[in-house]
């Protein structure tokens, strides 16, 4: 895949490309739909299509490439720009790493950047893609969307019986975690390859993987609807949220574009 270049000064200077990377190799398990949840219809259109259909909005990505488990290789439907790689593997973070290992041996630069984002959180929006890959592009060790904490935190006591709370933790400094997470793509391979000798024990995110090297990730602010569909009742929010846009998109086709595009403060 070419890097794209901008004249500057007359002389061409090499821009490293962006890649999206989506990780669609779960069982959903925590949907109990006995099924893989990102290929769960939501207002007419499967989950991951809605996912892809974002980010195929974005003309700055250079390539969009979905990891599926071997099982779903014959998965079709998924739009031509679209590359498939039957490289799942049993957790998250190694589904990640193998799909960077097949970019890098089709002779993506390590130098580019690759946005990573799960399959799952299909309300993402082209703009808040835009505002991390704004953020990142001039960072020495790029970062992710996340949402300061709007709720109170407890930690649970261990034990047997119902939980009950141990500890309030002081929230003003916690974030969420979400997804696109953007690293380079050298980068994360290493910190995930240096992961993978653990058996990516508390990998949850790339970003996890990138702290472990020593370095901080920058944290933009997402948005509270960029939620991941993970338990049942998430389907319906989902859903609901898709239909509410589909709806301001037909009666009001210049608002609807915005606001559809445009990140909501956190709450
Ligand atoms: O299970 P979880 O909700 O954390 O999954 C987040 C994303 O990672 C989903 O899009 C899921 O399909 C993907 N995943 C994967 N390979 C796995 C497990 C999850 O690609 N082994």
Redesign the pocket.
């Known amino acids: 895949m070419t890097a794209k270049t901008l004249p500057l000064h007359g002389t061409p200077a090499p821009l490293p490309s962006c890649h999206a990377l989506i990780?669609?190799?779960?069982s959903g398990s925590r949907t109990g739909l006995g099924r893989?949840k990102?290929y769960e219809v939501l207002a007419g259109r499967r989950i991951l299509d809605h996912t892809l259909a974002a980010f195929l909005a974005v003309p700055a990505l250079a390539s969009v490439t979905v990891?599926v488990a071997p099982e779903q290789a014959a998965d079709e439907g998924l739009p031509a720009p679209v590359q498939v790689l039957a490289v799942?593997?049993?957790?998250?973070a190694?589904?990640v790493f193998n799909g960077l290992s097949a970019l890098l041996a089709q002779g993506v630069d390590a130098d580019d950047w690759v946005l990573v984002h799960?399959?799952?959180r299909c309300l993402v929006t082209p703009a808040q893609i835009q505002a991390l890959m704004t953020a990142c592009l001039e960072d020495a060790v790029g970062g992710l969307l996340a949402l300061p904490l709007p709720d109170t935190l407890k930690v649970s006591s261990a034990g047997e019986g119902p939980d009950r709370v141990r500890q309030t933790l002081e929230r003003a400094d916690k974030w969420l975690a979400q997804t696109p997470q953007m690293f380079r793509l050298g980068l994360l391979h290493r910190a995930l390859m240096q992961a993978a000798a653990s058996g990516f024990a508390g990998v949850t995110d790339e970003a996890s993987a990138i702290e472990a090297l020593g370095l901080a990730p920058l944290m933009v602010p997402g948005s509270a609807q960029n939620v991941?569909v993970?338990y049942p009742e998430d389907l319906a929010l989902a859903e609901a949220v898709l239909l509410y846009r589909q709806t301001q998109a037909r009666h009001f086709p210049a608002t609807a574009t915005t606001s559809a595009l445009t990140t909501e403060p956190a709450p």
């Open positions: 990780p669609s190799a779960g893989p990102q990891v799942g593997g049993s957790t998250r190694e589904s799960d399959a799952a991941k993970t």
